[in-house]
């Protein structure tokens, strides 16, 4: 986590960690070694690896999307993994080059056993419409396509940035909260927001307190505090920070905007305080490749903001859910076994570690930064 602290300013340092414990690294690595076989290698052809599948929500939609951008710049898409047949995985490698996204030891089994290049996705160097650009640029230059491809993608920008100016414009006439939580938060996640949509953005709820059961440190979430209040100052975006706020604190944000933007998983529990959130994950299901993804995104939301808001009391927002462990109840049993699971998670090697210095609010997070206080 220290490492991707580094990142946020530095994008091109950006730390690969796979994600382990699901047994994804796993199953690829027998794949490359079990199942694949030498093919002859397709000029200007990649490989993507997916995470999914066909019964992904929008799967086939963001894969349509990806081939017929990626076919106007006259690169194939050999294969998607995992998302494909196991014939598709038997020819993976006639691919030139393999688009990294959850794992890299399968990329360097594959580039050490059949001699496939391999281009990592990295998360920040690639985000917002600058980042699509130069993801693109660096694809193509890893096919040997320089010079080859520079007028399709500029194409492609402009018409997004005209689509998006058009959105921008109805954006701009609103104020908007957004409340983010989870363990790959970054300050370039929010950035997109004002730069991209032109949405204003007045208040930025972030909840660090899962961050603690990943045996995250006080001392490393305050960096994270205090280089997002750093990030948005040279970003110059007037965004209030507040930390950690109770549905009651989110209650009052609400109430100074015109609309809340986040995820869906927390929907009924804010419910539960009358608070209507917009799903901005809305626009996961569109292709990270290319730039239309994101059109459709502002697309999508204005669709959210100009729809009447069902107001019905359905049973599933009506349970004692835990805030702080949403969607698990707020029931003793289950609060123990998640306080044993945390537990564990702490104790395994190769953490983030509790060093004990420092802490929540410390000396020096920045002016942006406070506990929500009601007014």
Request: glycine letters at 10%; one cysteine or more.
């Amino acid at each position: 986590m220290k490492e991707h602290l580094k990142a946020w300013k530095d994008p091109t340092i950006f730390p690969f960690r796979e994600i382990r414990g699901c047994g994804h690294m796993e199953v690829m690595l027998t794949i490359v070694d079990q199942l694949m076989e030498e093919q002859d290698a397709v000029e200007h052809s990649v490989n993507i690896e997916t995470f999914g599948g066909r019964r992904t929500f929008g799967y086939a939609r963001q894969l349509e999307e990806t081939r017929k951008l990626f076919a106007s710049m006259g690169i194939t898409v050999q294969t998607s993994l995992l998302s494909c047949t196991v014939d598709e995985l038997k020819r993976a490698p006639a691919a030139e080059l393999n688009i990294v996204g959850r794992g890299l030891r399968w990329a360097e089994q594959m580039k050490k056993k059949f001699g496939t290049k391999h281009l990592l996705r990295r998360r920040f160097f690639y985000s917002g419409l600058d980042g699509t650009d130069r993801f693109l640029m660096e694809m193509a230059s890893k096919l040997g396509m320089d010079g080859e491809v520079e007028e399709v993608i500029l194409r492609e920008k402009n018409h997004a940035l005209e689509e998006l100016e058009r959105y921008g414009k109805i954006f701009a006439n609103h104020d908007f909260a957004l409340f983010m939580q989870g363990f790959f938060f970054t300050p370039h996640s929010v950035q997109a927001y004002p730069v991209d949509y032109n949405i204003p953005l007045k208040y930025l709820c972030l909840d660090t307190r899962r961050l603690k059961e990943h045996n995250v440190s006080d001392k490393t979430i305050e960096g994270i505090l205090k280089q997002t209040d750093e990030l948005l100052d040279e970003w110059d975006l007037d965004v209030e920070l507040v930390l950690n706020p109770t549905l009651s604190e989110l209650s009052e944000v609400a109430k100074k905007v015109d609309y809340v933007l986040g995820g869906r998983n927390t929907a009924l529990l804010y419910e539960q305080a009358g608070i209507r959130v917009l799903d901005t994950s809305i626009g996961t299901y569109s292709s990270p490749f290319g730039f239309g993804g994101k059109v459709e995104f502002a697309m999508n939301l204005l669709r959210e903001m100009r729809r009447d808001h069902n107001k019905r009391n359905t049973i599933v927002s009506r349970l004692n859910y835990d805030e702080t462990y949403y969607p698990m109840l707020a029931d003793s049993t289950s609060l123990a076994a998640r306080e044993m699971w945390s537990g564990m998670w702490s104790m395994r090697g190769g953490g983030d570690g509790d060093d004990g210095d420092g802490g929540y609010g410390g000396e020096g997070v920045g002016r942006r930064h406070r506990q929500w206080q009601e007014s």
